[in-house]
């Protein structure tokens, strides 16, 4: 099977949202004060849509594999450990330095839609927005 630790990586990564999220909701749920309750949520949503956004770079580069798919990969990975790693341990240790560490992993998600736009404009076929035959 083609990329099959990246497949792991997202189906780890899809379990590790529904733990975290349920943790958080039951759990933490009135333990937690308000603004580490919201860190920690802010970091369940993005590790959900980020890991979504794998799993369908995935499926595309099943059908279509392009170089700069990997390192959207990677970014992304990158990025869900920095960004949400921190708010996670921002909100249970209530250490704000932690805080910190967040933009970086930001930077990376950011980094890691910037690298899907280029592996899409040197993808062949049409470019977005482009019309098809006559």
Known sequence: MR???????????????????????????????????????????????????????????????LPGQRLTLGLWLAGIGLFSGSLYALALSGVAMLGAITPLGGGLLIAGWLALAACVLRAPGPRPGERRGG
């Open 3 to 65: 990329d099959r630790g990246w497949w792991m990586m997202v189906a780890l990564g899809g379990a590790l949202t529904v733990v975290a999220g349920a943790f958080g909701a039951h759990a933490l749920s009135g333990a937690l004060a308000p603004r580490l309750m919201t860190a920690f949520e802010t970091g369940v949503r993005y590790q959900a849509w980020h890991t979504l956004a794998m799993l369908g770079v995935l499926a595309w580069r099943a059908s279509l594999p």
